[in-house]
């Protein structure tokens, strides 16, 4: 599997499958839930709630994952997974990597070839931006598939200089 690390707007990208960093409502919310909600229109929203009338009627747990379509976005599907609240009293990074690993596993079983994942829980929820990153490509690279590109889709510049830096850092599994 290839990880590429990109800045821009995730609900652009030319991919499989889009992963959302979604709320446990699965009903959409802000930043990149709210994004992908917005963009791909009232078809994730229908099968996310058809998805709560059924297995999922207290939400979706943190470190877990469920996909739908893509709705009017450039994807096929959309996986939503719930990130963790970062903590600095509790080690949460279990929960975080279980993301990308959940996420990944889901997209191997639709046949993605292409998937595009936020850095999830570094925004509204507080994980440090470098660390999410050692979680992210931690989980990644640890989690066989058989996803041949996976895009780490980083929202500014500042965040992907930093995130070259975590990935040259991070030596590859052996």
Not at 24 to 45: E, F, M, Q, W, Y
Not at 64 to 74: I, K
């Amino acid at each position: 599997m290839r990880i590429e690390l990109v800045t821009g707007d995730i609900t652009a990208e030319h991919v499989d499958a889009v992963v959302n960093a979604a709320n446990s409502s699965l009903l959409g919310g802000g930043g990149v839930d709210g994004a992908i909600h917005r963009k791909g229109g009232p078809a994730i929203l229908e099968e996310c709630r058809a998805l709560r009338a059924s297995r999922y009627g207290r939400g979706l747990r943190a470190g877990h994952a469920v996909a739908t379509t893509a709705g009017r976005l450039p994807a096929r599907w959309v996986i939503h997974t719930v990130g963790p609240v970062f903590s600095p009293d509790e080690d949460r990074s279990p929960v975080l990597r279980s993301c990308y690993t959940a996420a990944l596993a889901i997209a191997a079983d639709l046949g993605a070839r292409s998937v595009a994942f936020p850095l999830i829980s570094s925004g509204v929820y507080r994980w440090p931006k470098d660390d999410a990153v050692v979680q992210a490509l931690t989980a990644l690279r640890s989690e066989p598939t058989t996803v041949e590109v996976v895009r780490l889709v980083l929202f500014d510049e500042q965040t992907r200089i930093a995130a070259e830096r975590v990935h040259s850092g991070i030596a590859e599994p052996q």
